[in-house]
């Protein structure tokens, strides 16, 4: 039985019972709805009577229920919303479905979790027919992130719902795809591309160019060409934007010859590139190292008639600045002004990065200055790059200054800055600020990073605060921030110089457990807190188990070795450990001799430590305050040590 059929028998049923007729609207309306008894002069076979519940939904009809639509009584349906059938529901949106105004009002007063997926995709194919795409694509993102139905059901549904209202239009599909790649879904709006490739429909080339565009934001390079190649087969023309993406995807993935050459192959078809074709192709070439080539990619562009507009040139002068060519930067800047192009604050950030990088704080604060003579407002960028740049000269009271600054300007600081500070305190080994400024972000409603945590914790463990440190991490990690290689290591370091290598080590499986691979400064950390523990062998074990997981041994953990061994008198073993490092190509460091001497001093062997110091001076290495004190502390009677080293 259709949904129809099923409501009139229920009507039919219901007037067995409870006599109806038809009254006047308005009364009806209140009738149905009013708590408050009404008198009637009307028969006892002919008389309303009142429902036991003022929204009894069976005393509701398709017709009763788009009477309370159009004359917009929106508090009443409000009221009734959770007693709707879905039937009642799906009738009364196909009885409107030329009015899509009064359907958007309509399903804005109902529960949308009291609407099922035909009355949805009903609703959707209607709201596609109204001049604004919104309410159809706010909608369809509602049904696709509520995960009511999947992609292809949605899909099936409004296909079947485009047949019940006899629409033609397919504007539907092309709006599920867009609604896909507005919420990034790729692989769902890549299966309503080829659904709708199967029922033979068309899609726009706004929505293929939606595809792709998403496609290479995400990265997904190789799927763009397959969806490339399909708008080839179904002929489907090509706009600029579709070959500024595509130009774009092959820059990506670094073949700039054949960008170039997809030029020439958009003007073989009668497309002629813009300022966007132009600018993506000098972005690509400036983004591999390759700014003279983008230098010559202007000029070409200048040659057709095409102006370069501000990103031409900030792209340039990015290009120049990471690889630290400042002066050409400088002048690319020059002309790009002398032309009357505003740079915009990009712009100048990048160069203030280039001169803070150099150290040169005076020619970063002049960009500044110059930024705001032309009216282009600073940003939170700016002031980031410049606080930093003033923290690593140790010049805090400027760093200070320039907080102040943006507080009076208004500009309001994010997590970078709070980073900044944090991790400035940090170093100065100030706790309780760094802290207090964590506890201000939070206040801010700005949320902790990693590098946030990483600072904190990395204080912590300097300080031994080991506990402190774990609650940290642990309430990192219900955040959800994902700690990385530097803030394990930090952890680690904190428990293995507590000597805590228990912890230390369970660290190290919590690594494996989050996929986060470890390096030498994690095998060297916990090395070296085996070897303070005297359990040289197990730290021998731990160079090897390096070796198993693909991770080279550099000097440190030889060094960590021979010092170890020599700290327990172990000579020979020592001694192995340095021949080992010479045969893989590593010389031996003022720790290998230190280390080595210590050891010899320990057990006596006064002439041995003696020749190594000549060897180490032979091999240019200057002996430091702890090569002496070794050789004083194991010097003989007659004071031979002494006048061998002064010597």
């Known amino acids: 039985m259709k949904p129809h059929e099923v409501l009139n028998s229920q009507i039919i049923t219901h007037r067995r019972l409870r006599p109806v007729i038809p009254v006047d609207q308005s009364y009806c309306s209140y009738a149905l709805f009013s708590s408050v008894p009404h008198s009637n002069t009307t028969s006892p076979q002919t008389q309303v009577v009142p429902p036991s519940h003022p929204s009894d939904p069976q005393t509701i009809t398709p017709q009763s229920l788009i009477n309370l639509i159009r004359s917009s009584q929106w508090h009443l349906i409000k009221h009734l919303s959770p007693k709707l059938s879905t039937s009642l529901t799906s009738d009364t949106l196909s009885s409107l479905h030329q009015s899509p105004e009064l359907v958007l009002q309509f399903v804005n007063h109902v529960e949308f979790n009291r609407l099922d997926i035909e009355s949805l995709c009903l609703t959707i194919t209607i709201l596609a027919r109204l001049p604004s795409p919104k309410p159809a694509l706010r909608t369809l993102k509602q049904v696709v992130s509520g995960g009511i139905a999947t992609v292809r059901e949605i899909f099936g549904e409004v296909g079947r719902a485009r047949e019940q209202l006899s629409i033609e239009s397919t504007i539907v599909f092309d709006f599920l795809i867009r609604a896909c790649c507005e919420m990034k879904r790729a692989k769902e709006a890549f299966e309503c591309f080829y659904l709708m490739k199967q029922k033979g429909v068309i899609p726009k080339i706004e929505t293929c160019n939606d595809i792709l565009s998403l496609l290479l934001r995400l990265n997904m390079l190789e799927m763009a060409w397959v969806i490339y190649a399909e708008m080839f087969r179904l002929k489907i023309k ?229 506990k402190e440190a774990d609650d940290l991490f642990e309430k990192m990690l219900r955040k959800g921030v994902l700690p990385d290689l530097v803030l394990f290591n930090a952890l680690i370091d904190g428990h293995c110089a507590n000597g805590n290598m228990e912890r230390a080590f369970t660290l190290l499986k919590e690594m494996d457990k989050l996929q986060v691979p470890p390096d030498e400064v994690t095998y060297n950390t916990l090395m070296q807190g085996r070897c303070r523990q005297g359990k040289v062998e197990e730290a021998r074990e731990l160079l090897d188990e390096m070796k198993r997981r693909g991770i080279q041994p550099d000097f440190i953990s030889y060094n960590t070795l021979i010092s170890g061994y020599s700290k327990r008198g172990d000579m020979k073993d020592a001694f192995k450990v340095r021949d080992e490092m010479f045969s893989i190509g590593f010389n031996p460091t003022l720790l290998t001799y230190n280390a080595l001497i210590q050891g010899l001093c320990k057990n006596q062997e006064g002439d041995l430590a003696e020749e190594l110091l000549k060897e180490m001076v032979s091999k240019g290495i200057t002996p430091d305050d702890n090569t002496y004190y070794s050789l004083i502390e194991g010097m003989g009677k007659d004071g031979k040590f002494v006048n061998a080293s002064v010597a």
Do not use: Q, W
């Open 238 to 466: 090509s706009s600029v934007y579709t070959y500024n993406i595509m130009i774009n995807v092959l820059c990506k993935e670094g073949k700039l010859k054949k960008a170039k050459e997809f030029i020439g192959f958009m003007e073989d078809l009668g497309v002629k590139p813009n300022v966007v074709t132009y600018n993506t192709l000098i972005h690509g070439y400036c983004s591999r190292g390759r700014v003279e080539g983008a230098r010559l990619i202007m000029n070409a562009m200048k040659g057709k008639g095409i102006k370069p507009d501000s990103y031409t040139y900030g792209s340039l002068i990015n290009g120049f600045c990471k690889e630290r060519k400042l002066d050409e930067a400088s002048k690319v800047f020059d002309k790009m002004v002398e032309i009357g192009l505003v740079p915009s604050a990009v712009t100048y950030n990048t160069l203030i990065d280039g001169y803070c990088n150099k150290g040169d704080l005076e020619k970063a604060f002049s960009f500044r200055d110059e930024m705001i003579k032309n009216g282009t407002k600073p940003t939170v960028s700016t002031y980031n790059l410049l606080i930093h740049a003033l923290f690593i000269e140790g010049k805090m009271t400027e760093a200070d200054n320039l907080i102040k600054e943006m507080g009076e300007k208004g500009i309001v600081p994010d997590a970078i800055t709070y980073n900044i500070l944090i991790n400035g305190s940090c170093k100065c080994g100030n706790a309780k600020k760094a802290f207090s400024l964590h506890d201000e972000m939070l206040s801010k409603g700005i949320e902790p990073t990693r590098v946030t945590y990483t600072s904190l914790i990395h204080v912590l463990s300097k300080r031994k605060r080991m």
